[in-house]
């Protein structure tokens, strides 16, 4: 195959993958403009129409499906392949792609980025921020961090935090204007700040006490998608909010927060780093790994 011909179906697995020529082209590392005439290269030599385009969007024809299926595996051995000899580098190498939640992403991910980019130079790692649930096979991320709950059960997982309840939380001066809630009830008399999921659904606040298991529809004039906009409005006394005790810690210790309903809080669960059953990690998803593990384990 020559080398031209090897650019072209990569192009087209990559575009096949993402659904999206500039995501596409992100990925493979030039310009949307680029790919699409390295397409229309390959579609032109082989003489059949591989996708079909609009302004939105872009789907596989019958024949681009066909070719998908049968280039997608050769692709991924070869990918293999080449990883297979990484174990021989002095200095690892290669490229790390995580799809990580925002909470993780600062409270996990953050903290260590420097030391394991200093520890291995060779290592390329890309992260993408979001909080849909992301299939990461589908993406071609090499593995993502998410809530426990929120895994497919298909995937391999890796402990990536201590186990953290979720909490009602609010300011000090807003606790001065109104009455501290006693039970998850009194919540619905309050200014309530919302957070929005990638899926357009508010998140629920769920409180537990003993066998008695509580869902409060809360009310509050701030919804918002955006975790860090959450907390500055809690801070800043708008209303009360809901979050992973472990993310909101320091500010907890720093008394610019006050957990709430602490008796009432949902039981522990953690973040864990999963990833799609293969017959051999890549090496910069293996040394991740033992890092974050070596790193949990100091906590």
Request: charged share 20%; proline share 5%; net charge neutral.
């Amino acid at each position: 195959m020559r080398g031209t011909e090897f650019a072209e179906l990569s192009a087209f697995v990559a575009v096949a993958e993402c659904g999206n020529f500039a995501r596409a082209a992100s990925q493979l590392g030039i310009v949307p403009s680029t790919l699409s005439q390295t397409i229309r290269g390959l579609e032109e030599r082989l003489g059949i129409r591989l996708l079909n385009r609009t302004t939105r969007s872009v789907s596989l024809t019958e024949a681009g499906e066909k070719l998908l299926v049968r280039v997608r595996p050769a692709f991924a051995e070869l990918h293999s392949a080449v990883e297979s000899i990484n174990d021989f580098r002095d200095t690892p190498s290669g490229t790390l792609r995580l799809s990580v939640s925002a909470i993780p992403a600062h409270m996990i991910l953050a903290p260590l980025l420097k030391k394991f980019l200093t520890s291995y130079p060779g290592i390329n790692l890309e992260i993408d921020v979001n909080n849909a649930d992301t299939d990461i096979v589908s993406g071609r991320f090499d593995a993502g961090i998410r809530y426990g709950l929120r895994i497919e059960k298909d995937m391999q997982r890796v402990l990536a935090s201590p186990e953290s309840r979720i909490i009602a939380i609010a300011a000090p001066l807003y606790l001065a204007e109104h009455a501290e809630p006693q039970i998850p009830q009194d919540l619905q008399r309050h200014q309530c700040v919302q957070f929005r999921k990638a899926d357009q659904n508010l998140v629920t606040w769920v409180f537990q006490k003993d066998e008695q298991t509580v869902d409060i529809s809360v009310q509050g004039n701030l919804i918002v998608n955006d975790v860090d906009l959450l907390l500055k409005a809690v801070r800043d006394g708008v209303g009360i909010g809901f979050m992973v005790e472990a993310y909101v810690a320091d500010d907890i210790k720093a008394g610019r927060l006050v957990p709430l309903l602490r008796d009432w809080s949902m039981p522990s669960h953690s973040y864990y780093l999963y990833y799609a059953s293969r017959h051999q990690l890549p090496v910069p998803l293996k040394l991740f790994i033992a890092f974050l593990q070596a790193q949990l384990a100091q906590v």
